[in-house]
């Protein structure tokens, strides 16, 4: 929470100054006399201080307050009267282990509770005694501040450290989900948004968490003190406001691992106004292709913490073999990560073939996550038996000297080694047929490689040396076959632009220290073909980002024909597998994970694709051939991106449906005359005649202008074609 961003962007949310017992706006009661409380007390206002932590760590203090909120561990308390200072907070939870026995609007002191920091949140803990005193001890009314709400660009710190633990109130607050209703174990739920106010100020109106001063203006809401929050999706529109018409609607600021909380008291109400509908799944090519997926299937297990009731665990199987039979449209190749043991593989295979009346095999193997009783791990593959034969495979553990808590297995590192994986790579050599004539060898490793939890110095050294590993699996196919096809897939437990990635895609640093080959790349990552909107396969905190990931080696480039993150779990509130419904093959099932599946297409002897970069958003765009016949429609995302993947070599016409005013002008190309797209609305039609050629990518720029503003007001750059390795390292895609 403690970072610099730039100056405060112009947005303001409306607040009203209410009363708790009256909610209606005068000043708070006058303190009470201090001879009817006891001398040794310490204002709240003194223990919050006026900076993020409290001044009085370790010290044992005694104060009295107004309760205005419960949780099941503890209770918010407040100062009748506060200090009239704006940067010290007249609130602080007190934290009780168990069920307090306070109620919301009591006068209570606390004698003898520590002040402390819990991950920099300031509480009193262990308190000796709680007492009820009289209410008019407590005055007759709560004076409730105005805080500003997070913006963009700004500090969050900067503007809710002060009301930490404090009620507080407005009139209303409409946003756009940013982070799908996220349920907790504990019973806590928590929805992130972004205020309709400040949606403009967010490029493409997706928080990522590469941009750290959009996920600033992100706001949470959390029901810790009983409000019933609603299941939501990105992209959802919420409303909060009062129960009763006319009122304010009072929450108190909480802070929690890493970020604010606004906790709406019970009874406010929070509706949904607009519901974000989806019915996105990957697309079905034809026999002349073959489709390598990565899927993290979420804890499919029968561990403790996981699936143990046989009946909830057969709807899990279910509820994945839908997802794979529908939004993945029956995948040939699917690397799994969160397959609890081996045998949970082998059942999702079973259970696989009788929803999509396919053949498929299971291959995993036990390595030390899978002993765990709580939450067993294995990474497994499944393969379809009517297109690929199994050649080898086996897990690849790596030792090292380090010991990162991985459980040994007798005989499984030499003396003085320790296992480098809970969940070792598994590599399986195989080949695929199809009508291209010789079946296609292929190696694919599935990795799942350190979660991000806990102490993330370690784990991101530890992340690196698995990528290490891993990046050796790999040069060792190559410095047998330079053109080998090998394909790294799974849950890598970081982002693109991370050291781990970027150690797996270019391979580890030499041991003498030296630089890198200039150039070298040992892998071509597919979300480099990918829009920038498209980049994500898991949000955390409201923040859309990368964890999962699939690279594959130079010599697979010309085969390359596509790629695509399947956005059926992330942005979606996790569906338990008891309220699933078995679903027919065609029909994906939204929310069965957190993470979203990846599909790679390969067309051996050639793939081509089309890519566009463009200003001018949700322009819709279509893609026909010589003879004018319709072969693909998209439309532009929020940043004027598309893609058209699939494609056979050939000509082909970009047909564009500009706004009003606009024109297309380029000096590479020259456009078919623009005429009226029979719209009421006055908008136009744009022609782009384009060679697609497999092996040679081919860059036209064009300029979309207004000339009612006389100036370029987008540009529009189409990529098409294949990168080649080299192409594509140089590539700032």
Request: one cysteine or more; charged letters at 20%.
């Given at each position: 929470m ?6 405060p ?11 708790v017992l009256?909610?209606?706006?005068h ?10 409380l ?5 204002p ?9 932590s409290?001044?009085?760590s ?7 307050g107004?309760v ?16 009239g200072?704006p940067e ?11 069920a307090?026995?306070?109620?919301a609007w009591?006068c ?5 509770a520590e ?5 920099e949140?300031t ?6 005694s709680?007492?009820k005193?009289?209410t008019e001890?407590c005055?007759?009314?709560?004076a ?6 997070p913006t ?5 710190e900067s ?8 009620l ?17 174990s504990?019973?806590n739920?928590?929805?992130a948004l972004i205020a ?9 109106g997706?928080?990522?968490?590469s ?8 706001i949470f ?5 009983g409000a019933?929050?609603?299941p939501?999706?990105?992209g ?25 909380l ?5 009874g ?6 607009s519901?974000h509908e ?16 990565s899927?993290?299937v ?6 403790h ?7 909830d ?8 073999a839908?997802?794979?039979?529908g939004?993945?449209?029956?995948c ?19 259970v696989?073939a ?7 095999s299971?291959?995993a ?6 002993v765990?009783?709580?939450?067993p791990?294995?990474?497994?593959l ?8 199994v050649?080898?495979?086996?897990n690849?553990q790596?030792c ?11 005989g499984?590192?030499p ?8 969940r070792?790579?598994?590599?399986a050599?195989?080949l695929v047929?199809?009508p291209?004539?010789e079946?296609?060898p ?12 806990g ?13 290490e ?5 790999v040069q ?13 897939l ?5 982002f693109q ?6 150690t ?6 030499p041991a ?11 892998l071509?990552?597919a979300?480099?073909?990918l829009p ?14 990368t964890l ?6 130079a ?6 024909s596509?790629?695509d993150?399947a956005h ?11 309220s699933?419904e078995?679903?027919p093959?065609s ?13 790679l ?5 050639g793939?081509?694709?089309?890519a566009?970069s463009?200003?001018i958003?949700?322009?819709?765009v279509e893609?026909?051939d010589?003879a ?9 995302d929020?940043?004027g991106?598309?893609r ?8 082909y016409?970009l047909?564009f449906a500009?706004p009003a005013?606009?024109?297309l002008r380029?000096?590479t190309f020259?456009l078919?005359d623009?005429q009226p797209?029979g719209?009421s ?6 022609v782009?005649?384009?060679?697609v ?10 300029t979309?202008r ?9 540009l ?8 080649s ?7 700032d895609?």
């Amino acid at each position: 929470m403690k970072f610099r961003l730039s100056p405060p962007l112009p947005l303001v949310i409306r607040m009203l100054l209410v009363s708790v017992l009256g909610l209606a706006v005068h000043p708070a009661a006058a303190a009470p006399a201090h001879a009817e409380l006891p001398e040794d007390l310490t204002p709240i206002y003194l223990i919050q201080g006026d900076g993020p932590s409290t001044p009085m760590s370790r010290q044992r203090v005694s104060t009295f307050g107004l309760v205005i909120g419960v949780q099941s561990n503890g209770f918010y308390l407040q100062d009748p009267t506060g200090d009239g200072n704006p940067e010290t907070s007249d609130g602080i939870f007190v934290y009780t282990s168990s069920a307090p026995r306070v109620e919301a609007w009591e006068c209570i002191l606390v004698r003898g509770a520590e002040a402390t920091e819990y991950y920099e949140k300031t509480e009193l803990t262990t308190p000796r005694s709680l007492e009820k005193l009289p209410t008019e001890l407590c005055g007759s009314g709560l004076a409730v501040p105005l805080p500003p709400l997070p913006t963009p660009n700004v500090d969050p710190e900067s503007l809710l450290e002060p009301f930490e633990g404090m009620l507080v109130a407005f009139e209303d607050l409409q946003g756009v989900v940013q982070g799908p209703t996220k349920r907790f174990s504990n019973g806590n739920v928590e929805i992130a948004l972004i205020a309709d106010q400040a949606l403009p100020f967010v490029q493409g109106g997706r928080v990522f968490q590469s941009n750290p001063a959009d996920a600033a203006g992100l706001i949470f809401l959390g029901n810790g003190l009983g409000a019933d929050l609603p299941p939501v999706a990105w992209g959802d529109r919420v409303q909060v406001r009062a129960a009763e018409p006319g009122l304010a609607m009072l929450a108190v600021i909480d802070y929690s691992f890493g970020k604010y909380l606004l906790l709406p008291l019970p009874g406010e109400e929070i509706r949904v106004l607009s519901r974000h509908e989806s019915t996105e799944q990957a697309a079905l090519p034809d026999a002349g292709a073959f489709r390598i997926c990565s899927f993290n299937v979420l804890g499919l297990g029968r561990g403790h913490d996981q699936l143990p009731d046989a009946a909830d665990y057969e709807a899990a199987l279910h509820q994945r073999a839908a997802v794979i039979a529908g939004g993945l449209q029956n995948c040939e190749i699917i690397g799994l990560q969160e397959t609890g043991k081996p045998e949970d593989a082998e059942n999702l295979a079973r259970v696989l073939a009788d929803v999509s009346g396919l053949d498929y095999s299971a291959i995993a193997f036990a390595g030390p996550g899978t002993v765990n009783p709580a939450f067993p791990l294995t990474n497994s593959l499944l393969v379809r038996n009517d297109r690929v034969t199994v050649l080898n495979a086996q897990n690849e553990q790596a030792c090292t000297r380090f010991s990162f808590s991985v459980r040994l297995i007798p005989g499984q590192c030499p003396a003085r080694r320790l296992p480098l994986f809970n969940r070792p790579p598994l590599v399986a050599d195989l080949l695929v047929r199809g009508p291209w004539g010789e079946d296609y060898p292929l190696t694919v490793v599935v990795n799942h490689w350190r979660s991000k939890r806990g102490d993330e110095s370690v784990n991101v050294v530890h992340r690196t040396l698995q990528a290490e590993h891993v990046a050796s699996i790999v040069q060792a196919r190559l410095d047998t076959d330079p053109d080998a096809h090998v394909v790294v897939l799974g849950d890598l437990n970081d982002f693109q632009a991370s050291k781990p990635v970027e150690t797996l895609q270019h391979g580890a640093q030499p041991a003498d220290g030296a630089a890198r080959e200039q150039g070298h790349i040992l892998l071509w990552h597919a979300f480099d073909a990918l829009p920038l909107q498209d980049r994500y396969t898991y949000i955390f905190n409201g923040a859309s980002q990368t964890l999962d990931h699939l690279l594959l080696t130079a010599g697979m480039m010309p085969d390359f024909s596509g790629f695509d993150i399947a956005h059926i779990n992330a942005d979606y509130p996790i569906a338990p597998p008891e309220s699933a419904e078995h679903a027919p093959a065609s029909a994906p099932v939204y929310g069965s994970s957190d993470h979203d599946p990846l599909v790679l297409t390969v067309r051996p002897g050639g793939g081509a694709w089309i890519a566009g970069s463009a200003q001018i958003p949700n322009t819709p765009v279509e893609l026909t051939d010589r003879a004018g016949t319709v072969i693909a429609r998209t439309e532009t995302d929020a940043l004027g991106e598309f893609r058209f993947f699939d494609l056979r070599p050939g000509a082909y016409s970009l047909h564009f449906a500009l706004p009003a005013h606009i024109t297309l002008r380029t000096s590479t190309f020259a456009l078919a005359d623009q005429q009226p797209a029979g719209t009421s609305n006055g908008s136009s039609a744009a022609v782009i005649q384009v060679e697609v050629e497999p092996g040679q990518p081919t860059v036209v720029e064009l300029t979309a202008r207004d000339p009612r503003a006389g100036a370029a007001s987008a540009l529009l750059s189409i990529f098409y074609g294949i990168e080649s390795a080299e192409q594509a390292n140089t590539s700032d895609r």
